[in-house]
Each structure stands twice: as structure tokens, then as C-alpha cells.
């Protein structure tokens, strides 16, 4: 069974710094996806960025960024001149064969102004 | 992006009552239906799998005759907790998915379920 662990239960940022949240996951599985949410207050998922398995140029979108490391099985989130609108949970997934997504624990985010 | 609608978001009923939560995909449809459940300060767990016009698929530990999971259409799914108890309290968000792969997999705004 697929499994993926977060292991920062919070991080905490200066506003315009940077920061990296981690994530491990482990598979048998040769194609998948793995992706970065954000969780506001609101609780509606919002996708940061996707990262096909296959790939290997790691996937950007604005300030944000991933180090894919697929013979580690490494996923990490870096955010760059963070804003406080970041302030949220971030969950890390993975998409395999079943359709599904499977989550991390989640990375508790606060951005200090 | 895709718009998903979930009715109610919060729902606050007594133990044994029966609540029906109902997910649209408005502007795609939705072939297969992923149904998560969210306790306080927890991750998202898959609770059932259902394609349209077929029987859900239920992971281990989630009750199929209690959790109620109908996708009769491509765009309307519901979610009805029977009997519900305060161990039902949760956070309910459905994921409607368009196609293979996951270039078409979106969430709902979820549902907050209060049994007291």
C-alpha cells in the first residue's frame, strides 16, 4: 500500500523569506502523481502544484516549487517570498492506480508579518 | 477552473437522525465519484468510490449501510449518514473526477457535520 508522510506538523516563515516543507511517500508503483494542497480556514482544497512521476524537470508555479527526488521518493514544497495569504495547512498526496488521492498528515503554515 | 457545489456546508443534527449531503459537478461531468472524510486537525481519509449508475466501493473500516452513497448521474452525487452519532462529526468532501488520470480532479467546498 502506498503511504505518504509529512513530518512537520508546523513550520513557521518570515513574510518574503523563504521555506520548504517535506514530504516522503512510498510506492511500488512505477506511474503516478504526487501534488501539494493548501487548506485555508475555509477548508476548501486548493491545488498548488502537480508532478507527474514521470517528469523529471521539477514543476513550478510562481513562488512555488518542488524537488522531486524519485529514488528517494522525496516530494518537498518550497515557497518562495512568502506572503501571508500561504498561511494555511498544506497536505502532501499521491495519486496512483486507484484514482485516488492519498494524504499526508499535513504541514501547518503560519507566515509572520 | 471546474465548479463543485456541496448542500449543505454545515449541518447540525440529533443522534439517530438521518443526514443526506448532496455534491454537484456544475459545469462537467463527473464519471467517478471520491467521497473523503476530515476529522478535526486530521488528513483526509477516502471513505468510497463510486462510478456512475454502479455500486460504491467502500474502504475498510467505513460502514456501506451506513454511509449511503448514491451517483445516479454524471453531475449529482449524494452522501446520506444514517443513524448518525457523534463519532459521524466530520468534515465530508466529495471529489468528482472527469476522465483517466488526474488532470481532471477537483473538490468540493466539504461539509461540516455536527451530531449531537
Known amino acids: 500500500a502506498q503511504t505518504v508522510t509529512q513530518s512537520q506538523p508546523e513550520m513557521s516563515v518570515q513574510e518574503a523569506e523563504t521555506v520548504t516543507l517535506s514530504c516522503t511517500y512510498d510506492?511500488?508503483?512505477?506511474?503516478?502523481?504526487l501534488f501539494w494542497y493548501k487548506q485555508p480556514p475555509s477548508r476548501q482544497m486548493i491545488l498548488v502544484i502537480r508532478?507527474?512521476?514521470?517528469?523529471?524537470q521539477n514543476a513550478t508555479e510562481n513562488r512555488f516549487s518542488v524537488n522531486f527526488q524519485k529514488a528517494a521518493k522525496s516530494f518537498s514544497l518550497k515557497i518562495s517570498d512568502s506572503q501571508l495569504g500561504d498561511a494555511a495547512m498544506y497536505f502532501c498526496a499521491y495519486g496512483g492506480s486507484q484514482g485516488n488521492l492519498i494524504f499526508g498528515k499535513g504541514t501547518k503554515l503560519s507566515v509572520k508579518p | 477552473g471546474a465548479v463543485v457545489s456541496q448542500h449543505p456546508s454545515w449541518v447540525i443534527c440529533k443522534s439517530g437522525t438521518s443526514v443526506k449531503i448532496e455534491c454537484r459537478s456544475l459545469?462537467?461531468?463527473?464519471?467517478?465519484m471520491f467521497w473523503y472524510r476530515q476529522f478535526p486537525k486530521q488528513s483526509l481519509m477516502l471513505m468510497a468510490t463510486s462510478n456512475e449508475g454502479s455500486k460504491a466501493t467502500y474502504e475498510q473500516g467505513v460502514e456501506k449501510d451506513k454511509f449511503l452513497i448514491n451517483h445516479a448521474s454524471l453531475t449529482l452525487s449524494t452522501l446520506t449518514v444514517t443513524s448518525a452519532h457523534p463519532e459521524d462529526s466530520s468534515f465530508y468532501i466529495c471529489s468528482p473526477t472527469q476522465g483517466q488520470g488526474f488532470n481532471e480532479q477537483f473538490f468540493g467546498p466539504g461539509t461540516r457535520l455536527t451530531v449531537l
Open positions: 508532478q507527474e512521476a514521470y517528469k523529471q
Open positions: 510506492t511500488s508503483e512505477s506511474d503516478y502523481y
Open positions: 459545469d462537467f461531468q463527473a464519471t467517478t
